[in-house]
């Protein structure tokens, strides 16, 4: 039902972070504005690759990112425009998920497809309509449980500017469409950043095999 499908997204009741969709100027869906932009087509091709994690609730991974915003649910796109960022790393990353799935390596594949969507896909999403029309600055969180300071009077998202003029603050039927002028960068964790550095794996290991740390 409804609450189940809240749960399989991450959405939950309205809160303080929630701001509601000004739904009078808005046309077209997320992806159909996105799309509309004409400077976000590396970003698009990679929506259309990545697939929404769902296995966790027991739901198997059909959905690309591009038919979630298609669909009704509540967001804001981060999108960073063409040439600002590596594109290809993530979509040879997907090219090599979907190779994987093919070669019967579903493990392989969903280390892949989890890796793009986590730190790429979700850094550049939020589960809230974000539509800018607070004049405040605000800690927001983004998809993938990350935090990014919103700057609405200085118009920028964790340091990044946004695209001011036309394409400020896209208004859409399910959402927000926030043009950005270069990427959001991932802020890895300390479990992240060990795992990148094989020079110090006995720490990741250690790190690992001790979730709970009890400090003096």
Known sequence: GFLGLMTVFGLGSCTDD?????????????????????????????????IVNKKAYG?????????LLKTDKT???????????NAQQWLDMLDEAK??????????????YKT?????VQNHLSYFDYNGSYPVSKRIALANGKYADYDVPGNTIKGVDITSGEY??????????????SYIPYAYDLKEILAVYPEI???YQYVISNDTLMFD
């Open 18 to 50: 929630h701001f509601d969709i000004n739904s009078t100027n808005a046309s077209g869906t997320l992806w159909e504005n996105v799309v509309a932009t004409g400077e976000c087509n590396d970003f698009t091709n990679i929506l259309t690759k990545a």
């Open 59 to 67: 739901v198997p991974a059909s959905l690309t990112y591009a038919e």
């Open 75 to 85: 967001l804001t796109v981060w999108a960073p425009k063409d040439g600002t960022y």
């Open 99 to 112: 190779r994987l799935e093919e070669s019967g390596d579903i493990a392989g594949a969903a280390d892949k």
């Open 116 to 120: 793009v969507e986590k730190q790429f």
């Open 168 to 181: 400020k603050n896209i208004p859409s039927t399910n959402g927000t469409v926030h043009l950005l002028n």
């Open 201 to 203: 794996s006995d720490l």
